[in-house]
Nanobody, 116 residues
């Protein structure tokens, strides 16, 4: 059974940093792709960053230059390092994973709040 558990969210001031973690119940090499999405109140869930089994990364324009997605196969964990955070980054962040081109499995989410 595939389970994803996010952690690392919290309250941070503008300009601060957070590192989100997503621990998986199976080897992350099993997945074709994993990614981080976020959803702010009243808005649709949107892509933040994704990474494929081969290590190819993709970022939303909003996070380019500030966010970095990475993975650790030994720990079966995917990370999202977020720097220079802004109030607009406030959202619930979700980790997703998939065996093909779509992300079919999701964690419960972790709240990130950036104060001004």
């Amino acid at each position: 059974q595939v389970q994803l558990v996010e952690s690392g969210g919290g309250l941070v001031q503008t300009g601060g940093s957070l590192r989100l973690s997503c621990a998986t119940s199976i080897s992350i090499s099993s997945f074709f792709a994993m990614g981080w999405y976020r959803q702010a109140p009243g808005l649709q869930r949107e892509l933040v960053a994704s990474i494929t089994r081969g290590g190819r990364t993709n970022y939303a324009d909003s996070g380019k230059g500030r966010f970095t997605i990475s993975k650790d196969g030994a720990e079966n964990t995917v990370y999202l390092q977020m720097n220079s955070l802004k109030p607009g980054d406030t959202a619930v962040y979700y980790c997703g994973a998939g065996f093909s081109g779509t992300l079919d499995y999701w964690g419960q989410g972790t709240q990130v709040t950036v104060s001004s």
